[in-house]
C-alpha cells in the first residue's frame, strides 16, 4: 500500500464515527475483512465510497460540539495562568480562514499581542472597564481590516480577472466589503479558538485611533475590535443575559 492509498484509507476508516450506524457497521465490516494488508484497488473503491457518504447533508456535529461552540461558550472577562502556545494560535488562523467572505476577499489582519510588552503598547487604548481583564488574558488580538485587501484579489479569486479593479474603482463597495467581512472574520476566529478550547473575550470599547496609531501608523489597516484569548476564570463571568427569541428576531416569508 502506497502514501496515498494510506491516506486514503485513513479519511475511510474516518466514516466509523459517521452518523448513521448503516455506514458505520458496513465500513466496520469492510475494514476487517480487508485487513491490514489491504490492497491498492479496494482503497481506490472505499475513496470513491468514502467521498459519496463525506458531504452528504446528514453529516451535523455532535449535540456536545454545539453546546461547545454555542450553548455553554461564555465570553471571557478573566483568564487563569495558562500560557497560549504560538502552536495553537497558529491552529486557530489555520481553521478561521476556511469562514466564507464575499468573493473570497479576507480583509481581516490579526495582530497577536502575546509578550507583556506588546500589551503595554495596547493598554493605553483600552476602556477602563476593559483593562483588568486585558491585562489577565495571555494573548489579546487585534482584529484589523486591511483597506487595501483587493490587492490580493487576482489570487484569492481568480475566477474574476476583473475582481481587483472593480474594487479599485468603488471605494465606498471596497469599504463595505472590508468592514462586512473583516467582522465576519473575526467571528469565525472565535468559534474557531472555542472549537480547540480556548475562551474568547472580544471587545469594541477602545480608542481605535489610538490602536491604530499605535499599530497601522502608515494608515493601510484599521482596528476593528480586540480579543481577549486564553482559558477563561469562571470566577470571573457575568450572569448570562436573555438572547432574543425567533419570534423576536426572524420573519419567515
Ligand atoms: C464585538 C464585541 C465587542 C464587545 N465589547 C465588549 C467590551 O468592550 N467590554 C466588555 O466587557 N464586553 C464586550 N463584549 C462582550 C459582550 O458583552 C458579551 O459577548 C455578550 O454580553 C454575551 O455574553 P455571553 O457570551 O457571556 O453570553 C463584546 C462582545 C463583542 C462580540
Known amino acids: 500500500m502506497n ?6 484509507i485513513h479519511h475511510f476508516a474516518s466514516l466509523l464515527k459517521h452518523p448513521l450506524k448503516e455506514v458505520r457497521t458496513c465500513v466496520g465490516q469492510v475494514l476487517k475483512e ?24 446528514c453529516m451535523s456535529i455532535s449535540k456536545e460540539a454545539i453546546d461547545h461552540l454555542f450553548n455553554d461558550a461564555r465570553t471571557a472577562n478573566g483568564f487563569v495562568d495558562k500560557a497560549v502556545p504560538l ?13 466564507a467572505t464575499s468573493m473570497n476577499s479576507q480583509p481581516a489582519r ?15 487604548a483600552m476602556s477602563p472597564g476593559n483593562v483588568d481583564k ?7 488580538v487585534i482584529v484589523a481590516t486591511d483597506s487595501q485587501f483587493f490587492e490580493h484579489m487576482p489570487t484569492v479569486f481568480p475566477n474574476n480577472p476583473n475582481a481587483k479593479a472593480m474594487f479599485e474603482g468603488n471605494a465606498a463597495l471596497a469599504a463595505a466589503t472590508a468592514s462586512r467581512n473583516g467582522t465576519l472574520s473575526g467571528a469565525y476566529f472565535m468559534i474557531a479558538a472555542r472549537a480547540l478550547g480556548l475562551d474568547c473575550g472580544p471587545m469594541s470599547g477602545l480608542d481605535a485611533a489610538k490602536v491604530n496609531a499605535e ?34 428576531v426572524v420573519q419567515v416569508l
Not at 480487508?34 to 447533508?57: H, Q, S, Y
Not at 490579526?110 to 493605553?124: D, G, I, S
Not at 469562571?234 to 438572547?243: D, E, I
Open 3 to 8: 502514501h496515498r492509498q494510506g491516506f486514503k
Open 34 to 57: 480487508a485487513g491490514v494488508t489491504c490492497m491498492g484497488w479496494i482503497c481506490d473503491k472505499l475513496w470513491e465510497f468514502f467521498n459519496f457518504f463525506r458531504k452528504k447533508p
Open 87 to 99: 502552536s495553537l494560535l497558529k491552529q486557530i488562523y489555520e481553521i478561521a480562514k476556511m469562514g
Open 110 to 124: 490579526y495582530v497577536f499581542l502575546t509578550t507583556p510588552e506588546a500589551k503595554a503598547r495596547l493598554m493605553p
Open 134 to 140: 486585558t491585562n489577565s488574558a495571555p494573548v489579546s
Open 215 to 248: 499599530f497601522f501608523p502608515d494608515g493601510r489597516y484599521t482596528t476593528n475590535f480586540v480579543i481577549n484569548l486564553g482559558y477563561g476564570d469562571s470566577t470571573k463571568l457575568f450572569a448570562r443575559n436573555p438572547r432574543l427569541s425567533f419570534e423576536q
